[in-house]
């Protein structure tokens, strides 16, 4: 079977599941939300991460109904936890492809209405490249996602070209710093520059910045005295299946 078979039979016959990775308030400790990251499990139980399938979908032009159901798991999981007393902001990624769809909002729309899900329980997660490739458009569809209430993070920051004007006339919410710069904090000098010059960007922009790949307490420490509120990492968790990422905020709390 092919990958691109395998992706096609998962969305068809209930083979994808989300993980969800916990994202720390590091100011308070507190559990403010978690990020969702698709998995292809085989009948056999093999798992396939998304660096493998992601571009095959992107390719066979399946990316859309993927990045559909996964808003829609997200949304059904996040309203199960709320029920049983653990409310979170849920954050999902979004292809470039998905999201250069002129009706994106619209269709997000749709899908938290037929979920009953609260928008602003909702944060999706953009990369810079498909923000700014074509800015004004993106402007225009981060305006009506804004209106429905939904968060919007652009993720990955610091790996792409963004021009700092054109960060500046965007209409997001969060920052997030890419981990290649975060887990090199205790051993390279720039990394440690780079990072602490993207929180004070996000920063003066009034934006949450989120500090992504903590993997020790050092990383931890350097993004605390530099002021950044939220992080997630292996330091805390690796990405969880949902009932392990429940339990894993049920011991912590
Ligand atoms: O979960 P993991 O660290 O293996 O993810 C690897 C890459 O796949 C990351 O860049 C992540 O953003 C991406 N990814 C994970 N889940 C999704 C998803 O649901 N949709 C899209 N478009 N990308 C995802
Ligand atoms: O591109 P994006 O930021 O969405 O990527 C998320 C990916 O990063 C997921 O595949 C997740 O498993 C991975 N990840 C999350 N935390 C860490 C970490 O602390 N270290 C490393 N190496 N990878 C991480
Ligand atoms: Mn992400
Ligand atoms: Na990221």
Redesign the pocket.
Known sequence: HSLEARVRQALQQGGLRLHY?PVVDIRSGRITGA?A?VRLCDREGDMV???RFIPVAESAGLITELGEWVVAEACRQRGVWREEGLTLSIAV?VSPLQFRQRDFAERLSGILADNGADPCGLEV?VTESAVMDNLDEAIKVLDRIKALGVKVAL??FGTGYSSLSRLTSLPLDKL?VD?SFV?RIESDQASRTVTGAIIALGHSLKLDVIG????SEDALRYLQEHGCSLA????FS??LPADEFAQWCRARQ
């Open positions: 990775q990020e990251l991460g998304p660096d990624n997660e993720d990955d997030k981990q887990r992504e790949g903590i993997e997630q990492g292996f330091w690796r990405p």
